[in-house]
């Protein structure tokens, strides 16, 4: 069962190029099992052993854990993605996970800023001056706050997931048609366009860029867009914890964190008439059914508009 398990995360790095937060997702979930699986002092049985029924007895231990049913069907859709994979390589002849059923989960849609709530914080942010922060000199802390300006206006002017932002690179910017190449999920590539506000942050970080770059003397980052002060190209974990940071610094009380973002701009184009099927384009989604939730976020806000303003509501 473990060297099923280490084949089937070599083939998501390896051939599916699948982000590193989906490998950990699946290392994790995938780990858990096994440990469930081996009894103390012995020995945990092979991939053909594992059936339906030891399944739903693991998804019933996940429960009696007080696990969320969100949860348990990630952890069930991991293991039937590791029984397709053992299928297709002849490891085994059935997927035991399709004869089990995922936990029903209650659909959430997203709580998603309005565009004048989105517009004013971003005006706030280019008219804000750097911090005063004895750790750090004036002219880099400045350098720091034109990064971020243009980090909130691509993420909201593109609706790029975090993963793509941090891996955006120079080759992958075309200034003069206002646009970027996007290696999305899976590896798969698109273009998507700027705006002008987007166009005007960016020019404004660059040469604190080449200035970032300068620092590192050759030991940074010499293709990524967005760099550390250090001159090395900026994690994800870094983005969300700044955009939390400029939350706080606002005082505005939205959870605000990167794919907050994302879901302003596919739900603000989405309530200008953009078409369904561009905006799934824009997103990179896969399916359509992911890029229809909006749709579904545009009709509350209508009705909660009725409600507010219609004098017979």
């Known amino acids: 069962m473990q060297e099923a398990v280490e084949k089937f995360l ?9 982000s590193e937060h989906t ?12 440990v469930y699986l081996q009894p103390p002092g012995g020995k945990a049985p092979a991939i053909s052993e594992v059936d339906h029924l030891l399944i739903r007895e693991y998804l019933g231990h996940l429960h009696d854990q007080k696990l969320a049913k969100s949860s348990i069907a990630r952890k069930l859709a991991a293991l039937r993605s590791l029984f397709r994979f053992a299928v297709r390589e002849g490891m085994i002849e059935r997927n035991p996970g399709r004869l089990v059923s995922t936990p029903s989960v209650p659909r959430r849609l997203p709580s998603v800023l309005s565009a004048g709530e989105i517009n004013r914080f971003l005006d706030w ?6 911090p005063s922060d004895p750790q750090v000199d004036p002219e880099t802390a400045r350098r720091l706050l034109l990064r971020d300006r243009a980090i909130f206006e691509f993420l909201y002017g593109s609706g790029l997931r975090v993963s793509e932002l941090t891996g955006l690179n120079q080759n992958d910017i075309d200034r003069k048609q206002q646009s970027l190449r996007v290696l999305g999920k899976g590896g798969k590539e698109r273009i998507v366009p700027y705006g002008t506000k987007a166009q005007e942050a960016l020019e404004n970080y660059w040469p604190a860029r080449e200035a970032f770059r300068e620092a590192a003397k050759g030991r940074g980052q010499r293709e990524a867009v967005f760099l550390n002060s250090r001159g090395g190209r900026l994690t994800q974990r870094s983005v969300g914890r700044l955009v939390k940071r400029y939350a706080q610094r606002a005082e505005v009380s939205w959870d605000l964190h990167p794919h907050s973002l994302r879901h302003a701009f596919a739900t603000h184009l989405l309530a200008d008439g953009a078409d369904l099927r561009a905006i799934q384009e824009l997103l990179g989604h896969k399916s359509l059914s992911t890029t229809q939730r909006y749709t579904h976020v545009s009709i509350r806000q209508l009705m909660e508009t009725y409600d507010k303003s219609h004098p017979r509501a």
């Open 10 to 18: 070599h083939h998501l790095r390896y051939e599916r190029h699948a």
């Open 125 to 130: 942010m280019g008219k804000l001056e750097p």
């Open 23 to 34: 490998l950990r997702n699946y290392e994790s979930d995938l780990n858990q099992f096994l």
